[in-house]
């Protein structure tokens, strides 16, 4: 099975910071990643499907990158709105595996 | 766009259940459906996903599930099943049902909450 190692598992910012988190594959899943945000008592929504493209609806503040084995979202200015839980998920092999997720709050 | 699971409760150890999950506003006959689970303050897991039947309806689980979870979909109903056999304490969690990618459509319902106790 292919391990998602996923970083920092929790960070506080501020308002109009710069937010990075990192996903790891234990091997190579070419660029097939997606990072999803959740929010407390609701469904993950997708932000980023085959590690850089936006899914529609988003807001351009949301930025992936890598592939291979290293990936990073970015968030360029944090807003009110984005605290909350966020989690990659490779779907290059079965089973399906996520990060155990970022919870970013507020500083 | 709806997805709305249904058939959750409480169940003792060792029970069974079968969960569903209505859908409308999609193609869900082209689509392949997922559910993914999430047991209370933990992470998301991946639990199984059947491929649309032009894809082959093929099915796959993840570990934790394997032999006594069984996905199925109505086409002509719309709709994706989850029957869950010899329950354990550490199946409790949401069951979500969802359209994981290759799906370009990211659709989700809102959960339903699944405790195995005695």
């Known amino acids: 099975d292919i391990q998602m190692t996923q970083s920092p598992s929790s960070l506080s910012a501020s308002v109009g910071d710069r937010v990075t988190i990192t996903c790891r594959a234990s091997q190579g899943i070419r660029n097939d990643l997606g990072w999803y945000q959740q929010k407390p008592g609701k469904a993950p929504k997708r932000l980023i499907y085959a590690a850089s493209s936006l899914q529609s609806g988003v807001p351009s503040r949301f930025s992936g990158s890598g592939s291979g084995t290293e990936f990073t979202l970015t968030i360029s200015s944090l807003q009110p709105e984005d605290f909350a839980t966020y989690f990659c998920l490779q779907n290059n092999s079965y089973p399906l595996t996520f990060g155990g997720g970022t919870k970013v709050e507020i500083k | 766009v709806q997805v709305v699971e249904s058939g959750g409760g409480l169940v003792k150890p060792g029970g069974s259940l079968r969960l569903s999950c209505a859908t409308s506003?999609?193609?869900?006959?082209?689509?392949?459906m997922s559910w993914v689970r999430q047991a209370p303050g933990k992470g998301l897991e991946w639990v199984g996903r059947?491929?649309?039947?032009?894809?082959?309806?093929?099915?796959d689980y993840g570990a934790p599930v394997k032999g006594r979870f069984i996905i199925s979909r109505d086409d002509s109903k719309n709709t994706l099943y989850l029957q869950m056999n010899s329950l354990k304490t550490e199946d409790t969690a949401v069951y979500y049902c969802?359209?994981?990618?290759?799906?370009?459509?990211?659709?989700w319902g809102q959960g339903t909450l699944v405790t195995v106790s005695s």
């Open positions: 506003g999609f193609t869900f006959s082209n689509t392949w």
């Open positions: 059947i491929k649309s039947k032009p894809n082959g309806g093929t099915i």
């Open positions: 969802t359209t994981l990618p290759p799906n370009s459509a990211d659709f």
